[in-house]
């Protein structure tokens, strides 16, 4: 049966976050050919709505409202919510982001619906369409299924492919108008400490350093490698506790669970709470002076060495072949 | 302040997981409080300090979760409630556990709810909002810093590693990220203290619900390991040979840059 979705796109400092167009793709393949929808919210999001039509949505919904440009729960569901009650769709596909881990539950309570939180996977199409998702932060994996009603589900960032942007696609874009009242929580002020813009949870290569990095000034070489390669910086628990760097940036079973193209592991032993959190990245490289360490049993590539010698090393060969 | 912290047992961090007949195994593991919600609880301790009041922690789970609620109450919470649904309730999904907490919470008149951002086994994280939507209050999630002053809340609050500075009220529900506090070890006077603690024991029955207004909306059909990985290629050589063959592997055979 032919299934109507309803995906949520994100946009950050303008632009649409890759995410969005992964759920268009998610929506697809459970949609079994039903029309899929994305909705766009924000104080300025209408030019966006073409973006998502190329990456695959049939049409565009977008709520604009000066209450919209920051990200609340009661805003964002009240925008949401008004979309819904228009489109009575079958399915709805969020990302996996802050906002999504935030906002999701809140739309599934009021909807008194199920919720497949963090899906890395799905297989089969259509009504055959299975969950796969993490649990304990990616040691093991669960299949999941919607027993009936609503089909909600989050995708984590990165794991399922965008489908090809086709400039030729065509649809339509509108304007829906929503009142955005009684806010309970107000946004007083934003500060950016992420690496660059890059979030870690989006992130295509990570570098991460563990007690091997020895201090806050350590961090700083692999800063520079993530930068060169457009990147972000994590840490584990080690580091952080040792306060070489944020908790914010804190990889593992406790802090964030990612899921990059490439992992570079500099310092770090490779706890079995550290693993949990990375354990999934496509292709590992460890770096740690010591031959035993765990993080090696993991590993694609290791190198057995200091990282302040191998790391400025990489850091010039890189900017070498970029140069080629 | 009527304070409350949700709180789940979970598997130790430390802990490999193992499959058996198609579930987790729990033989011989260690649990913990999920560290999520020990944020919580220490700042529901820190909050009644600060402004009076009493702190309830509560827990859906089986008999073995007391021990976890003893660990609260030996840190100082005042009572503690298990609301155990094992006989009655088959199968628990967040939509489940979310009405049983909201139904037992309706007429207590907390002023603020505190739970983990996420629990460190299912990993969903809906909890919490779900509580807080059912019983109309405000939430906020993964906050790594809480100021009440009267009813006025000042929260901030880590979004993918930027903070968001919050200005809202009670009633509320806020759940913890990691850098909210440093959860104290229960001290050995606080662990005797504990035992004589009230730790209220709650059946499916005691609630205002029918088993059909519980029932899970989702059913997971498998859990299964990750593949193991092979073992990786650890490289040969001088310093800067292994680390120019590092890039040209990552360039030319793993494709990742």
């Given at each position: 049966m032919s299934k109507k979705i309803l995906v949520l796109g994100e946009a950050r400092d303008g632009e649409l976050r890759n995410v969005s167009f992964e759920t268009v793709a998610a929506a697809k393949k459970i949609s079994c050919g039903g029309e899929v929808v994305a909705v766009l919210i924000g104080?300025?999001?209408?030019?966006?709505g073409e973006e998502m039509i190329h990456y695959g949505a049939d049409r565009v919904v977008t709520v604009e409202h000066p209450h919209l440009k920051h990200y609340t729960s009661d805003g964002y569901g009240q925008a949401f919510m008004a979309v819904y009650e228009d489109e009575s769709p079958e399915g709805i596909v969020f990302g996996h982001t802050a906002m999504g881990k935030d906002l999701s539950p809140k739309i599934a309570s009021k909807l008194a619906s199920g919720l497949i939180s963090d899906v890395t996977k799905i297989g089969g199409?259509?009504?055959?369409a299975e969950f796969i998702r993490p649990i304990y932060s990616g040691k093991a994996f669960e299949k999941v299924e919607i027993k009936e009603g609503l089909l909600f589900i989050s995708i984590r960032p990165n794991n399922i492919e965008p489908l090809e942007h086709d400039a030729s696609r065509t649809g339509d874009v509108s304007a829906k108008s929503v009142e955005i009242t009684n806010l309970r929580s107000v946004i007083k002020d934003v500060v950016r400490k992420s690496t660059e813009g890059v979030d870690l949870s989006e992130a295509k290569v990570i570098v991460a350093g563990g007690r091997?990095?020895?201090?806050?000034?350590?961090f700083e070489p692999l800063k520079e490698l993530a930068n060169l390669l457009g990147g972000a910086v994590g840490a584990s628990r080690g580091a952080c506790d040792a306060d070489?760097?944020?908790?914010?940036?804190q990889i593992g079973q406790t802090g964030k669970v990612v899921t990059p193209d490439l992992y570079i592991a500099a310092g770090?032993?490779?706890a079995i709470q550290h693993v949990a959190g990375?354990?999934?990245?496509k292709v590992i490289v460890a770096i740690n002076?010591?031959?035993?360490?765990?993080i090696f049993k993991i590993a694609d590539y290791g190198i057995v060495g200091d990282i302040f010698e191998i790391i400025p090393i990489m850091i010039e060969e890189i900017k070498k072949l970029k140069a080629s | 302040m009527n304070i409350y912290a949700l709180v789940k047992r979970t598997f130790d961090t430390e802990e490999k997981i193992s499959i058996s007949n198609g579930a987790i195994s729990e033989d011989g593991a260690e649990f913990i409080i999920n560290p999520y919600d020990e944020y919580a609880v220490e700042e529901a301790i820190q909050l009644r300090d600060e402004h009076g009041g009493e702190v309830t922690v509560i827990s859906i789970g089986e008999e073995d979760a007391e021990k976890q609620l003893r660990t609260a109450l030996a840190m100082g919470a005042d009572k503690a409630v298990l609301i155990n649904v094992e006989d009655d309730i088959d199968e628990v999904d967040e939509f489940t556990s979310a009405k049983i907490i909201a139904d037992y919470l309706?007429?207590?008149?907390?002023?603020i709810i505190l739970a983990g951002?996420?629990?460190?086994?299912?990993?969903?994280?809906?909890?919490g909002p779900r509580v807080a939507e059912l019983l109309g209050i405000n939430y906020v999630t993964t906050i790594t810093e809480l100021t009440v002053d009267g009813t006025n809340v000042t929260v901030v609050r880590d979004v993918e590693g930027d903070s968001e500075t919050i200005e809202t009220s009670l009633p509320l529900l806020v759940t913890a990220q990691q850098g909210l506090n440093e959860p104290r070890y229960p001290s050995l006077p606080g662990i005797m203290k504990a035992k004589k603690k009230p730790l209220e024991e709650l059946e499916?029955?005691?609630?205002?619900?029918?088993?059909d207004d519980v029932e899970a909306k989702t059913e997971t059909k498998d859990v299964f390991l990750p593949p193991e990985k092979a073992a990786g290629r650890i490289l040969e050589g001088e310093p800067a040979d292994q680390a120019a063959e590092l890039v040209k592997l990552l360039h030319s055979e793993a494709k990742v840059i």
């Open positions: 104080d300025q999001v209408q030019s966006l199409e259509g009504d055959d091997g990095v020895k201090g806050t000034e350590g070489y760097c944020d908790y914010s940036l770090i032993s490779g990375m354990s999934n990245s002076k010591d031959p035993e360490a765990n | 309706k007429d207590k008149d907390a002023d951002n996420v629990a460190i086994d299912g990993g969903s994280g809906q909890v499916f029955d005691d609630l205002d619900l029918e088993e």
